[in-house]
């Protein structure tokens, strides 16, 4: 526990208190209700659902650095051919509308996690 700052704990309660709105019906509603939801989401949005991001650009990155070469075009490359590497269509099954040229953040955050690091240390 020592180099953990007030600020760390803040930040873990913020998540915990998140984590208890995403399964608990009681605290997601009262959280609903409240008005919080929006910073909620806004908070996930912008930090756990484009965690992929930040894997595929970091372990080029770092794999690169450590050979001893320049690691951030590296890194670049490596988020470039992670975003070609998937599907930049979504189509609404309810309006029949394709809409292209899009990132898909359902791709972003955990689920793209192994494709994440499979393109870091291919392309590293």
Same mark, same amino acid.
């Given at each position: 526990? *020592? @180099? /953990? $700052? %007030? +600020?760390?704990?803040?930040?873990? !309660?913020?998540?915990? %208190? ?7 019906? &009681?605290? &997601? ?13 806004? %908070? /996930?949005? &912008? ?6 991001? +930040? ?5 080029? /990155? ?8 320049? #690691?951030? $075009? $590296? #890194?670049?490359? #490596?988020?470039?051919? /992670?975003?070609?590497?998937? @599907? ?7 309006? *029949?509308?394709?809409?292209? !040229? ?5 791709? $972003?955050? *955990?689920?793209?996690?192994?494709? &994440? ?6 392309? #590293?």
């Amino acid at each position: 526990m *020592g @180099c /953990y $700052t %007030a +600020f760390h704990y803040r930040r873990l !309660n913020f998540l915990i %208190a998140f984590q208890f709105s995403r399964y608990s019906a &009681a605290v &997601a509603d009262w959280v609903r209700e409240s008005g919080l939801g929006v910073y909620f989401d806004q %908070a /996930y949005g &912008a930090s756990f659902a484009i965690m992929s991001i +930040f894997a595929v650009m970091g372990i080029a /990155y770092s794999y690169v650095k450590n050979e001893g070469f320049e #690691g951030l $075009t $590296t #890194g670049m490359i #490596g988020l470039v051919v /992670y975003l070609l590497s998937m @599907c930049s269509t979504v189509t609404d099954t309810e309006a *029949g509308v394709t809409i292209s !040229n899009v990132i898909d953040k359902n791709w $972003t955050n *955990g689920q793209g996690m192994i494709s &994440a690091i499979l393109v870091g240390l291919f392309v #590293g």
